[in-house]
């Protein structure tokens, strides 16, 4: 059994959900909440606003919920799958059953599936492109019929797949595309599955035909679209930035299977230039609100921080894919680094309500969400049980099922560990328990139970914070031996590139992988926020860093032709705690980046 990414070639294999077996700690705590709380959750709330209601009556004149809704049925299917099909997992069979049935349900003759176009009173078939979403919620079924068959869990997901994929590479054959990409690589996770060659060829044609503003004109651009620059000669991810990064995903996907170096070299350049100008400290992507896009290069404000859930679900999709294409364990290192800040601060302790964007400053306390009714603002400062868009939580559920899947892969040669969690991992002809409580210590334990009387390597990834330790392990290793790694977990003050306007003169704690911040339910008694400045000649301490309350007059007007005066500064001790923590307590203000004393 394979996971959600199974390339027939490339420098590392991905190993499949059964050969990973989370043992509690950090994540495999958030896998039982997900398995057991969260999909259900999303399964009470579809029902409740009418989203799988649509499939069962699909001729009812009022379809319920925007066009994309079916997206979220087919991501909520396909986390059922993963969860189901996974080692301790919670069995979701009953409900993936009746699932299969209601889509199939709603499928037409001739393999079209879609819930709000081309029927009585509806807009005909493909006649937006632009925003029509049908092959984007294709491309999320598709995924989710993978997920059935190689699990085991849902088969019969698998034929509607085939009708609905052999109707797109007809219907396309020659011209169109999906104004959301996600269609690539299902078709393409499709032919790994089903070995048909024309599923592959239609992602490709997806592909090519991007960047030649051929989509209409629209106010957000073609970049929003991912239409004004082809893929090939893109210099760095632009536009809607989930849309960007689930087309590189695919490309990848491409590339891979096509044996296509030129394309995967030109999606690894536009990362590599995104993440060097275009991200957050956080991993997250996303700084303009308006259309959920990338900025400019250095154009990250903590307050405008968009850093939609679903572009860190991508992000770490993509960064997976090329780590398996390339062997390049620096990709492990964004995956971490995205987990740990963004998916993990993502959804709530009890898995039942989520952020759907991240801000990374907030400056007044956000109002507590109605729990009655869908959240209709996407990017205020409280997790909200459900949006009227909630692609983000199924989105994780997804990736949290499968995730022992990311965290290991193998070769001829022996295996490799990219993320540390508590463990049993059967790979690479070893058997290892791994015990560690990372992130929150750096000590990684390596227990052999299993392995060949010949030569085996076993790989640590050595995150780029930590450099020193040793990771890489060649020997006939014996039964019980033990392989211990220990990252330095020392916090750090971390600085800005001067080019990031919104945080010069500001700086930032991390300790390992984790971001630190500041929320206002730690300080003292009447200090806010915006009244400290932190020292940085003083080496950080985890939990708290010092710094200084300033006074700043108040002149009635924010520019003046001197320095605006301040009256004798109090020293401070700042409390900090991990962002993925923060508003969990109530209503608060947070900041990540702390303005530094001048003096």
Same mark, same amino acid.
Request: aromatic letters at 8%.
């Given at each position: 059994?394979?996971?959600?990414?199974?390339?027939?070639?490339?420098?590392?294999?991905?190993?499949?959900?059964?050969?990973?077996?989370?043992?509690?700690?950090?994540?495999?705590?958030?896998?039982?909440?997900?398995?057991?709380?969260?999909?259900?959750?999303?399964?009470?709330?579809?029902?409740?606003?009418?989203?799988?209601?649509?499939?069962?009556?699909?001729?009812?004149?009022?379809?319920?919920?925007?066009?994309?809704?079916?997206?979220?049925?087919?991501?909520?299917?396909?986390?059922?799958?993963?969860?189901?099909?996974?080692?301790?997992?919670?069995?979701?069979?009953?409900?993936?059953?009746?699932?299969?049935?209601?889509?199939?349900?709603?499928?037409?003759?001739?393999?079209?599936?879609?819930?709000?176009?081309?029927?009585?009173?509806?807009?005909?078939?493909?006649?937006?492109?632009?925003?029509?979403?049908?092959?984007?919620?294709?491309?999320?079924?598709?995924?989710?019929?993978?997920?059935?068959?190689?699990?085991?869990?849902?088969?019969?997901?698998?034929?509607?797949?085939?009708?609905?994929?052999?109707?797109?590479?007809?219907?396309?054959?020659?011209?169109?595309?999906?104004?959301?990409?996600?269609?690539?690589?299902?078709?393409?996770?499709?032919?790994?599955?089903?070995?048909?060659?024309?599923?592959? *060829?239609?992602?490709?044609?997806? &592909? !090519? +035909?991007?960047?030649? =503003? $051929? #989509?209409?004109?629209?106010?957000?651009?073609?970049?929003?679209?991912?239409?004004?620059?082809?893929?090939?000669?893109?210099?760095?991810?632009?536009?809607?930035?989930?849309?960007?990064?689930?087309?590189?995903?695919?490309?990848?996907?491409?590339?891979?299977?096509?044996?296509? *170096?030129?394309?995967?070299?030109? &999606? !690894? +350049?536009?990362?590599? =230039? $995104? #993440?060097?100008?275009?991200?957050?400290?956080?991993?997250?992507?996303?700084?303009?609100?308006?259309?959920?896009?990338?900025?400019?290069?250095?154009?990250?404000?903590?307050?405008?921080?968009?850093?939609?859930?679903?572009?860190?679900?991508?992000?770490?999709?993509?960064?997976?894919?090329?780590?398996?294409?390339?062997?390049?364990?620096?990709?492990?290192?964004?995956?971490?680094?995205?987990?740990?800040?963004?998916?993990?601060?993502?959804?709530?302790?009890?898995?039942?309500?989520?952020?759907?964007?991240?801000?990374?400053?907030?400056?007044?306390?956000?109002?507590?969400?109605?729990?009655?009714?869908?959240?209709?603002?996407?990017?205020?400062?409280?997790?909200?049980?459900?949006?009227?868009?909630?692609?983000?939580?199924?989105?994780?559920?997804?990736?949290?099922?499968?995730?022992?899947?990311?965290?290991?892969?193998?070769?001829?040669?022996?295996?490799?560990?990219?993320?540390?969690?508590?463990?049993?991992?059967?790979?690479?002809?070893?058997?290892?328990?791994?015990?560690?409580?990372?992130?929150?210590?750096?000590?990684?334990?390596?227990?052999?139970?299993?392995?060949?009387?010949?030569?085996?390597?076993?790989?640590?990834?050595?995150?780029?914070?930590?450099?020193?330790?040793?990771?890489?392990?060649?020997?006939?290793?014996?039964?019980?031996?033990?392989?211990?790694?220990?990252?330095?977990?020392?916090?750090?003050?971390?600085?800005?590139?001067?080019?990031?306007?919104?945080?010069?003169?500001?700086?930032?704690?991390?300790?390992?992988?984790?971001?630190?911040?500041?929320?206002?339910?730690?300080?003292?008694?009447?200090?806010?926020?915006?009244?400290?400045?932190?020292?940085?000649?003083?080496?950080?301490?985890?939990?708290?860093?010092?710094?200084?309350?300033?006074?700043p007059a108040d002149p009635g007007w924010p520019y003046q032709s001197h320095r605006t005066a301040t009256e004798r500064p109090d020293p401070v001790v700042v409390p900090l705690l991990p962002y993925h923590r923060w508003a969990r307590r109530g209503p608060s203000t947070m900041r990540i980046w702390l303005p530094v004393n001048p003096s």
């Open positions: 059994m394979t996971g959600p990414v199974a390339p027939s070639r490339g420098a590392l294999r991905p190993v499949g959900p059964q050969q990973v077996r989370l043992a509690g700690g950090f994540w495999g705590r958030r896998q039982q909440i997900n398995g057991a709380a969260t999909m259900e959750h999303s399964r009470t709330w579809e029902d409740r606003l009418g989203w799988t209601g649509n499939f069962r009556n699909p001729l009812a004149e009022r379809r319920r919920g925007w066009e994309f809704s079916d997206s979220e049925v087919y991501k909520m299917t396909e986390a059922l799958c993963w969860e189901t099909g996974r080692p301790g997992g919670v069995r979701h069979d009953e409900a993936l059953a009746e699932l299969t049935s209601l889509i199939g349900g709603a499928q037409d003759a001739d393999g079209y599936l879609h819930t709000a176009y081309g029927r009585p009173g509806q807009p005909a078939r493909y006649s937006d492109m632009n925003f029509g979403h049908e092959l984007y919620c294709a491309g999320h079924f598709f995924q989710a019929a993978v997920a059935g068959a190689r699990t085991g869990a849902a088969p019969g997901l698998l034929e509607i797949a085939t009708r609905l994929a052999d109707h797109i590479c007809v219907q396309f054959a020659d011209e169109g595309f999906c104004g959301h990409p996600v269609v690539e690589t299902g078709l393409v996770e499709l032919y790994r599955v089903t070995g048909e060659r024309r599923y592959l *060829d239609q992602a490709a044609k997806f &592909v !090519a +035909r991007r960047g030649h =503003r $051929t #989509l209409p004109e629209h106010e957000f651009g073609w970049q929003y679209f991912q239409d004004a620059v082809p893929v090939r000669n893109g210099e760095v991810f632009h536009g809607h930035a989930v849309r960007a990064l689930y087309l590189a995903a695919g490309a990848v996907d491409v590339a891979v299977e096509t044996g296509d *170096d030129e394309l995967l070299q030109a &999606v !690894a +350049r536009q990362f590599d =230039r $995104t #993440l060097a100008r275009r991200t957050y400290i956080t991993g997250g992507m996303g700084s303009r609100h308006q259309d959920e896009a990338f900025g400019e290069d250095f154009v990250l404000p903590s307050d405008r921080s968009y850093s939609e859930t679903c572009a860190g679900v991508a992000t770490i999709q993509l960064a997976h894919r090329l780590l398996l294409a390339t062997g390049e364990t620096r990709y492990g290192d964004i995956v971490d680094r995205v987990l740990h800040n963004v998916i993990a601060t993502a959804v709530a302790d009890d898995g039942r309500s989520f952020f759907y964007a991240h801000t990374l400053h907030q400056r007044v306390p956000a109002e507590p969400p109605r729990t009655d009714r869908e959240q209709l603002r996407f990017s205020g400062g409280a997790r909200a049980p459900w949006f009227e868009v909630s692609c983000c939580l199924n989105n994780v559920g997804r990736l949290t099922a499968s995730l022992g899947t990311y965290f290991v892969t193998e070769d001829p040669g022996g295996v490799q560990l990219h993320q540390y969690a508590p463990m049993r991992v059967e790979a690479g002809g070893m058997v290892l328990d791994v015990d560690t409580d990372y992130p929150d210590a750096g000590v990684v334990t390596v227990t052999v139970v299993e392995a060949p009387p010949t030569p085996r390597t076993l790989t640590f990834r050595i995150p780029e914070w930590a450099a020193g330790p040793e990771g890489v392990h060649r020997r006939v290793f014996e039964k019980n031996e033990q392989i211990r790694l220990e990252l330095p977990m020392r916090p750090r003050w971390t600085f800005p590139d001067p080019r990031v306007d919104a945080l010069r003169g500001c700086a930032a704690v991390e300790v390992g992988p984790i971001v630190m911040c500041a929320e206002s339910t730690d300080q003292e008694d009447g200090v806010r926020l915006d009244e400290i400045q932190v020292d940085t000649s003083v080496t950080p301490e985890a939990g708290a860093v010092k710094g200084h309350r300033v006074h």
